[in-house]
């Protein structure tokens, strides 16, 4: 059996919210794998996320650059954010978004760029690492387009402009007048800000996600009791549910929540006579997925007077 520790447990409840010692019972129950524990816990009712946010684990900037028809949003991570707010760190960031628009956000692609002083751009960023003297990462890179139409864009907690923790990206394909598509675009992207979509609509959602939610759902709802058909229904009513909850068409706007965002787009089309097509979006939130390393100070400090 897997040594289930306090910090597992403290983990757990804060990604939860269920109670302490259902999270030590969870873990125990899948043997400290905090995936399996996540899904016993929703399958006791005790989680009802439907799905986890991810805590930022790691320091750093995003960046989002619009030219043109075509927009780039990229995550350079830093170890520490005293370095995110450095004017060295910052305009390599802004410098990376525009690297991305010009190789198509590929990573490679983009530290093989040669810039103006004859270095790559992954040669840049070694020559600050040690400049700075702290280990920092290009972590990934998206670019978006329109042939007709606008790409928006929108920053939250902006430490400059162009550079914030959170960056998003939003294409609409139109012949509607620009401004009024600015206008439409700029709210859509404070929506996803807010909202933190998975996926443009229902079919870009991961079947295996779908897959994944039908089970959990399954299994509550055969506690219910009820004859299988029933429970069938149950099983689609939750599944419609979760599409609201994550699927930016679906999802319920933010600054109308009456509205749908879908709804909110064909509205404007009236308004503008031309269709309106929200092709694709970008949401990248600094340390999204990675872990942050958590630092004990008094102990680094009684390491370091050992040596």
Known sequence: MADITAAMVKELRETTGAGMLDCKKALVEANGNMETAVDWLRKKGL?????????????????????????AAVEVNSETDFVAKNDIFQAYVEDAAKVALANNGDVEAMKNATDASGKTFGERLTDMVARIGEN?????????????????????????????K???????ESTADKAQLADLGKHIAMHVAAAQPIALNVAGVDPAAVEHEKSIFAEQAATSGKPAA????????????????????????????????????????????????????VFFKLGDGLQKKEEDFAAEVQAQLAK
């Open 166 to 172: 959170i960056g998003v990206l939003v294409a609409l």
């Open 47 to 71: 989680a009802s996320a439907a799905k986890k946010s991810s805590r930022i684990a790691a320091e750093g900037l995003v960046a989002v650059y619009v030219e043109g028809n075509k927009g």
């Open 136 to 164: 920092m990462n290009l972590r990934r890179a998206k670019v978006v387009s329109v042939n007709n139409g606008l790409v928006c864009s929108y920053i939250h907690n902006a430490a400059r402009a162009g550079l914030g």
């Open 230 to 281: 029933i429970i069938e229904k149950m099983v689609e009513g939750r599944i419609r549910k979760f599409y609201e909850e994550v699927v930016l068409e679906e999802q319920n706007y933010i600054m109308d929540p009456d509205k749908k965002v879908k709804d909110v787009i064909a509205e404007k089309a009236k308004e503008c006579g031309a269709d309106i097509k929200l092709t694709d979006y």
